[in-house]
């Protein structure tokens, strides 16, 4: 019987990320952002990746099965598709030097060798070593996942060259410069492909990129690749040039400049927030929470492009400030609603001129509260203010919270009640004293038109005073009275 033929297995590569690294002396404060780019590469969705690494380390973690008493980190592989279909796997490495954080002193490894002899090492070995996701992970590798680097032991296939073309962290441009020549040297012995990966252009100092590509071009087959961790930028690129060198069958390297990258980066997260956006609209209530709304949103492609590429954290913020703005919106309606019916509420309630004309607001909110009918119209809560209490969500519950009384808005209405009552007031008195301006015209006969009579009194002060409306139902009034009278005269 014939063995069952086995699929190919994908060809493998180990990439070794290399570059400036040491004590604070040697490197500055900072790092140069090698465990970024490989965090970036191997995980590169928002949520998985950690802007914050760092290589000074307790002798506990140092010895732990991540770091292994190694002085290089696994961190994982990645499948990738090349334009003809074909995959494969790349392995990465990183190469750096952790510092005792008691001796500020490199951890004695079991590589004695100096960080450039260690870096261009070919062939590394380091039994049960686990990939390396984050610094939280160490103490702590039972939390995380688990996967060791395969059969403890790699063959390093090409060298990915860090050099941060930013401003740096007390650290001088040159001594990096002059630390990744000598390393150049010992990586090229390898007869490796070399890429420079130049990195935190999103940073970038100028003339610090303009000596990388100079440094470049003076070797032979060197590329830069220049790159952003932090915004995902060239990240991939410069992983797959490296292997389009080292595999000569999968394509020509293709190196997009920065700021072309930059910006096609750029526009899928701004498609991206656009969708994301588009889909957090179409929640309307404002007591919806994260955890319901996200679950039933994590199978949408829209929702899932938004959170691989900007994250979660950035996707409830973005869902927290719709929530408020509904939240606001309900508040906006119904404080005007209140305050629409405010005016009802005082004609109720304070509808006596003579009680309220001198009174301010303050003294007329005392009175109000002595009113019989107060509790009908208002509602005195326990808690305030009340856009900040479930009383927001009472809508069948109309009356006015209390506490909305003492704005400058319902101070104003006050205001206007209590001027609409003296023109009210007034206005019942010129009607009256148009009234005595008809009865003394002697030549109006019952049933005149209007019309007839309007000519007479154009320049009376009442007439100029009170609307159209209400100088025809005076005369109105006035005629009923004329033509009774008429009638009493003729019988």
Not at 121 to 145: H, N, P, V, W
Not at 286 to 300: D, G, I, Q
Not at 378 to 405: A, G, S
Request: proline share 3%; net charge neutral.
């Amino acid at each position: 019987m014939m063995a069952k033929n086995k699929e190919p297995r994908p060809p493998s590569y180990a990439v070794s990320v290399v570059g400036l690294s040491g004590t604070e002396k040697d490197k500055g404060n900072c790092g140069v952002g090698k465990s970024c780019l490989c965090n970036r590469f191997v995980r590169s969705k928002a949520d998985e990746y950690y802007p914050e690494h760092t290589s000074v380390l307790s002798t506990i973690d140092f010895g732990g099965r991540v770091v292994n008493n190694d002085h290089f980190l696994y961190w994982g592989d990645v499948t990738q598709s090349g334009e003809d279909g074909i995959e494969c796997r790349i392995h990465v490495i990183e190469q750096t030097e952790f510092i005792d954080d008691q001796t500020f002193l490199p951890h004695r490894s079991t590589n004695l060798q100096p960080y450039i002899k260690r870096a261009a090492a070919s062939k590394l070995q380091s039994a049960e070593k686990l990939m390396y996701i984050c610094t939280d992970q160490l103490g702590l590798e039972q939390d995380f996942e688990q996967k060791q680097m395969p059969e403890g032991k790699l063959s390093i296939d090409g060298f990915l060259l860090c050099i941060d073309v930013s401003q740096g962290c007390n650290r001088k441009f040159d001594d990096q410069l002059k630390f990744v020549n000598n390393l150049y040297i010992q990586l090229s012995k390898s007869k490796k492909p070399i890429i420079i990966a130049a990195t935190k252009c999103d940073e970038c100092v100028d003339h610090y990129l303009r000596e990388v590509q100079a440094f470049a071009s003076n070797k032979k087959n060197l590329v830069v690749v220049e790159t952003s961790a932090r915004f995902n930028v060239n990240v991939e690129t410069c992983f797959t040039a490296l292997v389009q060198m080292m595999d000569k069958t999968r394509g020509k390297p293709k190196i997009i400049p920065y700021l072309d990258a930059y910006k096609t980066q750029r526009q899928l997260v701004v498609t991206a927030t656009d969708k994301f956006e588009k889909l957090v609209q179409t929640v309307r209530d404002y007591h919806a929470t994260w955890k319901t709304v996200s679950n039933k949103l994590k199978n949408h492609p829209d929702y899932e492009e938004y959170i691989n590429l900007e994250g979660t954290k950035k996707a409830k913020n973005t869902f927290s400030k719709h929530i408020e703005q509904l939240k606001q919106e309900h508040i906006r309606k119904r404080r005007e609603e209140y305050v629409n019916a405010l005016p009802r509420a005082l004609n109720n309630l304070l509808s006596n001129l003579d009680e309220i004309e001198h009174l301010s607001w303050s003294e007329a909110l005392k009175l109000m509260e002595k009113r019989p009918d107060f509790q009908s119209c208002f509602v005195v809560l326990e808690k305030t203010p009340w856009d900040e209490t479930d009383h927001i969500d009472k809508v069948n519950d109309r009356r006015i919270p209390f506490d909305l009384l003492t704005t400058l808005e319902a101070e104003k209405v006050y205001q206007n009640h209590v001027q609409h009552l003296i023109s009210e007031k007034r206005r019942v008195e010129m009607k009256e004293k148009f009234k005595k301006t008809l009865e003394k015209i002697q030549f109006i006969s019952p049933g005149q038109p209007w019309e007839e009579v309007i000519c007479f009194v154009m320049e009376d002060e009442a007439f100029k005073y009170i609307t159209d409306a209400d100088s025809k139902e005076v005369y109105s009034r006035h005629q009923r009275e004329i033509v009774e009278k008429a009638k009493e005269e003729f019988q």
